[in-house]
């Protein structure tokens, strides 16, 4: 199911990955790197840095997480 989210978020298809995306549990850290991904994408920076801020909670040291989070905190920095 990753791979396929992964793919739709790449092609633009938001409202699918959002749907699969709601499917997974909470607690899964995927789940907030997925819709920060998205987020930024749309450039919603504040949600995407809270989205990676939430799945870095349920795992700290998350490599995907921690990148992204640094990427998106890098891109409001940059905006000031």
């Known amino acids: 199911m990753n791979d396929e989210i992964q793919k739709l978020i790449q ?5 699918k990955a ?4 709601d499917k997974l549990e909470d607690n899964e ?3 907030h790197n997925f ?3 998205i987020y930024f994408n749309q450039g919603k ?7 990676f801020e939430k ?12 990148f992204n989070y640094g990427y ?3 891109s409001i920095m940059d905006m000031f």
């Open 55 to 66: 799945g870095l909670r349920y795992s700290p040291i998350d490599s995907d997480l921690l």
């Open 29 to 31: 850290p995927k789940k």
């Open 35 to 37: 819709l920060g991904m």
């Open 18 to 21: 959002f749907e699969m995306i």
């Open 45 to 51: 920076l504040t949600e995407a840095k809270e989205a």
């Open 11 to 15: 092609l633009g298809d938001y409202s």
């Open 72 to 74: 998106v905190y890098y």
